[in-house]
């Protein structure tokens, strides 16, 4: 991939969502690409390609896709019963022309996106659509993973309730 060079001067200082660029890490990316070194506004710090900072894809040092995931599990406490609508809606929902579940074009882009409670999350915009594919992929199972969980353990606590008015207790 080829990159502009950018004058560190310029740079430094510069904001990109919660991210401020410190200065030029002596790294380079798996891509070989140019990583700078990133003060969050959470605390942490982080090297973020120049590439990420510049299209918007990386705002953060990760915390705010935490916090977005964070709200998808909190989503995911209300419901009961759309647990298996979200199930058996996965199988059969498509976008519109990747024909990949969760995939949408975004320009000459691939934005993942998982569709929760009639409310759309987006996971990402990627360059390639086994990205977005992946990305959307590793978003589902971890929803799948929580869904359930928060499922059997809301049937395990209504189940314990059952068993104590069943005995008098
Ligand atoms: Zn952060």
């Given at each position: 991939m080829r990159?502009?060079?950018?004058?560190s001067s310029d740079f430094i200082g510069k904001v990109f969502g919660r991210?401020?660029?410190t200065e030029c890490s002596e790294k380079r990316g798996k891509r070989g690409e140019?990583?700078?070194?990133?003060?969050?506004?959470?605390?942490?710090?982080?090297?973020?390609p120049q590439t990420d900072l510049l299209r918007g894809n990386t705002v953060s040092c990760g915390c705010k896709k935490r916090e977005n995931n964070q709200n998808i599990y909190r989503q995911l406490r209300l419901v009961d019963g759309t647990c298996i609508d979200f199930l058996e809606k996965r199988k059969?929902?498509?976008?519109?022309?990747?024909?990949k579940i969760g995939v949408s074009l975004y320009g000459e882009r691939y934005r993942a996106n998982i569709t929760l409670q009639g409310k759309?999350?987006?996971?990402?915009?990627?360059?390639?659509l086994e990205?977005?594919?992946e990305e959307r992929k590793r978003a589902e199972e971890e929803l799948h993973g929580a869904f359930l969980k928060a499922y059997y353990?809301?049937?395990?606590?209504?189940?314990?309730e059952a068993r104590a008015i069943a005995s008098g207790k």
């Open positions: 990159e502009k060079s950018i004058n991210l401020t660029v140019i990583l700078w070194k990133c003060f969050c506004s959470c605390g942490n710090a982080a090297e973020v059969t929902r498509k976008d519109n022309r990747t024909g759309r999350y987006y996971l990402g915009t990627f360059d390639s990205e977005a594919v353990d809301r049937k395990k606590e209504e189940q314990s």
